[in-house]
């Protein structure tokens, strides 16, 4: 149960932000093996590296934020058509050449 939570959610962290999952799982693999080989240089890099990935997270979160706030309509058609309306058919109107 708790796997397919967890793959869930590691799937919709990577759908939604690829660069920055990427540089958290990068990080995470290094203080992994740092902290493994008790070597302390290599874990702080990896903390480091997944610190610095959940800072550019919130940093690009908080500018998609604003400028969804102060966007404004593009309208790529006039609201007013400056051609001549046409004229509306019926079936009883013929053709006239």
């Not at 610095?52 to 058609?77: D, G, V």
């Given at each position: ?45 990896g903390?480091?590296t ?29 609201p ?18």
């Open positions: 149960m708790m796997n397919a939570l967890w793959l869930k959610i590691l799937r919709t962290a990577y759908r939604k932000d690829p660069v920055v999952s990427f540089v958290v799982t990068m990080g995470a693999v290094d203080a992994v093996i740092g902290g493994a080989e008790a070597s302390w240089s290599l874990f702080g890099l903390m480091g997944i610190g610095m990935a959940i800072i550019l997270r919130l940093l690009l979160l908080n500018r998609s934020h604003i400028e969804q706030a102060t966007a404004i309509p593009e309208y790529y058609l006039p007013n058509s400056s051609r001549l309306k046409l004229p509306n058919l019926s079936r009883n109107q013929k053709y006239l050449p």
